[in-house]
């Protein structure tokens, strides 16, 4: 099993910055890869950075160039950096940690990150 324990959501204006830190229960080099989702109110949950155990990234579309997703190996922690935030980023934001074979799939507890105008 693997705990994930998100913080640093909150409230930033249009064009600022936060920095979520997911925190897990075990080795990053024992995870297939980690990342961030996020489910704004209304839609589905959509997948935002994933970092794989080899430190290979990918992002959406709408984040690529403002956010940044990294690690610190040492602390078993994951970072998502986002800059340049919008009102469409207004959403629960999810850690994901994916493990196996058998491939299981664990989450956050969420965040709630809110971009105001």
């Known amino acids: 099993q693997v705990q994930l324990v998100e913080s640093g959501g909150g409230l930033v204006q249009a064009g600022g910055s936060l920095r979520l830190s997911c925190a897990a229960s075990?080795?990053?080099?024992?995870?297939?890869?980690m990342g961030w989702y996020r489910q704004a109110p209304g839609k589905q949950r959509e997948l935002v950075a994933t970092?794989?155990?080899?430190?290979?990234?990918n992002y959406a579309d709408s984040v690529t160039g403002r956010f940044t997703i990294f690690r610190d190996v040492a602390k078993n922690t994951v970072y998502l950096q986002m800059n340049s935030l919008k009102l469409e980023d207004t959403a629960v934001y999810y850690c994901?940690?994916?493990?196996?074979?058998?491939?299981?799939?664990?989450w956050g507890q969420g965040t709630q990150v809110t971009v105001s105008s």
């Open positions: 970092i794989t155990v080899i430190g290979s990234t």
């Open positions: 075990r080795s990053l080099f024992s995870l297939n890869a």
């Open positions: 994901a940690a994916d493990v196996g074979p058998p491939l299981v799939h664990y």
